[in-house]
């Protein structure tokens, strides 16, 4: 059977990566697909300095529009990232009906349905395992795995990034500064790391799981968003003692009200399978009506585990474009999606975590007690460790289930008070992991 040909356009860390795997293991991929797939063009900005495993009669080129454009590349991979250029590059490559593969979990997040809908109009594929966690093929799970359950409620470890920083704070005491510093010598961060410290790369992939899980279109700007800046040492040593630990938690729940959504920093228990994911690995929860708990791992990022889901992506497209599928199943798992509705993450009914650090002097539990009292929030427990520094002593409240609505009246009130030395912090505890 002919062979399918690829079109890579990026060559950093996924792009090389996928790259290596299309090479070196390609006669593992023509057995398994019955007909090679063959790399015919390469793209990059810096094309002319790179050392690349591939034959010099590949084409090579600083022009992604020669590629796109390329008679003979039948998939376009798209993989240089960002929602300007990576666009155009899509547009182009449906415009010329080339297959297109990404792992722009970005530019899917804003309008990846859109692009599907273009797709099928013009008789191709886009496919996007590796936009989202890309060692674990959870996109394949909500789109054909489990598709015959009806999902409730999904909690995930999205950002390796952040996960690296809070396992490091927890296993070592660093300072987020320091854990954020060794993220980035290793190569986990980016020299401006906000977007996985703030939770911006976090929530773009919750958009494109809720998408699948739920069969909403979801902006992503919809999505509550909490970074982990906030977070000390101390906040483990206490979350220790409350039988939990600290992880930047992306939740998806179906409500009575609708569906809530949120990336943020959050207790959970040190008994559930999401507590043990540490270092710079992802994994995803899901609860399902009928099929109950499914669990999922691996690492999250890199250039081989990324690679892995591109090329299988790669990989499935070709089988369609050689044996033919009369009905392709979407990307986003529903034939259509409904358009959400923002459910404001103040309807959400918790426990709390509240952390107060104070210049001592009498009587601030009973102040800080009585605005809980006043918002009808119930107390659950007080815990204060040993500290010597009276001028910044730290102790936490926790406080039984109420709304995050009440919480942040609670908060609000409790900020004007002279004797905090920084606002409160709160984070939900998670009880339904």
Known sequence: MQAVNVGIIGLGNVGTGTLAILTENAEQIALKLGFQLRVKALCSRSIAA?????????LRTADWREVVSHPEVDIVAEL??????????????????KSVVTANKELMALCGAELWDRAIAAGINLAMEASVAGGIPIHTVL????????????YGILNGTSNYILTEIEKHGSS?????????????????????VDGYDARSKLAILAALAFGEKITPSDIYTEGIRRILPLDFQYAHKLGHTIRLICGAHQTPAGL?????????PQSTI???????????????KYGADTFYYGRGAGAAPTG???????????REIRCGSPERVSPFAHERLGEYKP?????????????????????????????????????????QLPSENRRDLPFVITVEPTSEQSIREALSEMSTHDFLVEPPFAMPMEKSL
Do not use: C
Not at 311 to 318: F, I, P, Q, T
Not at 348 to 353: D, F, I, P, V
């Open 260 to 268: 809530i959504l949120s990336v943020r920093p959050a207790l959970i």
């Open 343 to 383: 459910i404001p993450v103040t309807l959400q009914h918790a426990a709390y975590y509240l952390r107060f650090r104070v210049v001592d002097r009498p009587g601030i539990i009973a102040s800080l007690a009585g605005v809980l009292a006043e918002k009808q929030i119930s107390l659950e427990a007080v815990l």
């Open 176 to 196: 987020f500064d320091d854990a954020l510093k060794d993220a980035q010598r290793l190569g986990y961060a980016e020299a401006d790391p906000s977007a996985d």
């Open 274 to 288: 999401l507590a043990g994911v540490q270092g710079a690995y992802n994994a995803v929860w899901v609860g399902g």
């Open 50 to 58: 790179k050392k690349l495993p591939a034959p010099d009669s590949i």
């Open 143 to 154: 789109r054909e795995g489990i598709s015959g359950d009806r999902v409730t409620t999904l």
């Open 308 to 318: 892995v889901a591109v090329v299988s992506d790669l990989m499935r497209v070709a």
């Open 80 to 97: 240089v990232g960002g929602v300007t250029v990576a666009r155009e590059i899509i547009d182009a490559a449906i415009a010329h009906k």
